[in-house]
């Protein structure tokens, strides 16, 4: 009981952060394009008082981790399309800044475990193989094309015009999309967060 509660509270704490760069490398992709607005909020912090979301960084988070996954969010951070310099793609790279870092953060902390998975405590292998997770979970999740998930800006881009309807209803409906997601398409989700942390520690 007592290891299980701890585990819960190192995943909520990992998630936090995690959730937090992810918000944060949007602000500074953003701003590496011309736009300053996440600046001028305060919002290009790792401060995660500057980004908690009730619901989404810390009752979500707990659910999923307990529930063997590991979800959540943080209060997007602010950005102008209209002050991009890269018209066409900027929303693109500001969306795909985001999964990326957390795919970064996996990789940084999966080649840990593979050098020092005979070396380091067991304690210390499983709290990185817990952010590995964590992080894979977030940026694939976060490349699903649907609102209000990055790869739907992604999917915004490439759309023709001619169905530019199809992004603008499934806007609409973002909860609805967001339930959908989180409780019923996990079971197609996990095969590929599984396949992503085997190939990042080698397992």
Same mark, same amino acid.
């Given at each position: 009981?007592?290891?299980?509660?701890?585990?819960?509270?190192?995943?909520?704490?990992? !998630?936090?952060?995690?959730?937090?760069?992810?918000?944060?490398?949007?602000?500074?992709?953003?701003?590496?394009?011309?736009?300053?607005?996440? !600046?001028?909020?305060?919002? !290009?912090?790792?401060?995660?008082?500057?980004?908690?979301?009730?619901?989404?960084?810390?009752?979500?988070?707990?659910?999923?981790?307990m529930?063997?996954?590991?979800?959540?969010?943080?209060?997007?951070?602010?950005?102008?399309?209209?002050?991009?310099?890269?018209?066409?793609?900027?929303?693109?790279?500001?969306?795909?800044?985001?999964?990326?870092?957390?795919?970064?953060?996996?990789?940084?902390?999966?080649?840990?475990?593979?050098?020092?998975?005979?070396?380091?405590p067991?304690?210390?292998?499983?709290?990185?193989?817990?952010?590995?997770?964590?992080?894979?979970?977030?940026?694939?999740?976060?490349?699903?094309p649907?609102?209000?998930?990055?790869?739907?800006?992604v999917?915004?881009?490439?759309?023709?015009?001619?169905?530019?309807?199809?992004?603008?209803?499934?806007?609409?409906?973002?909860?609805?999309? !967001?339930?959908?997601?989180?409780?019923?398409?996990?079971?197609?989700?996990?095969?590929?967060?599984?396949?992503?942390?085997?190939?990042l520690?080698?397992?």
């Open positions: 009981m007592q290891g299980t509660l701890i585990d819960t509270i190192f995943g909520v704490l990992i !998630l936090i952060f995690s959730v937090v760069a992810h918000e944060v490398s949007h602000g500074y992709a953003a701003l590496a394009l011309g736009d300053r607005t996440a !600046l001028y909020a305060g919002r !290009l912090t790792m401060n995660p008082l500057k980004h908690l979301d009730p619901i989404g960084s810390i009752l979500v988070p707990i659910l999923t981790i529930a063997g996954a590991g979800f959540g969010w943080a209060k997007p951070v602010p950005y102008n399309p209209a002050n991009l310099r890269d018209k066409k793609w900027g929303d693109t790279k500001v969306a795909l800044a985001g999964p990326l870092t957390n795919l970064g953060i996996a990789t940084v902390f999966a080649l840990f475990v593979r050098v020092g998975a005979s070396i380091l067991p304690e210390a292998v499983s709290l990185m193989l817990m952010i590995v997770t964590i992080n894979v979970v977030l940026a694939v999740f976060n490349l699903i649907v609102p209000p998930f990055d790869g739907s800006k999917l915004h881009n490439l759309l023709p015009y001619r169905y530019q309807y199809i992004y603008q209803y499934m806007e609409r409906y973002w909860i609805v999309m !967001l339930v959908i997601v989180v409780f019923f398409v996990w079971e197609f989700i996990s095969p590929i967060v599984n396949l992503i942390i085997r190939l520690v080698g397992a």
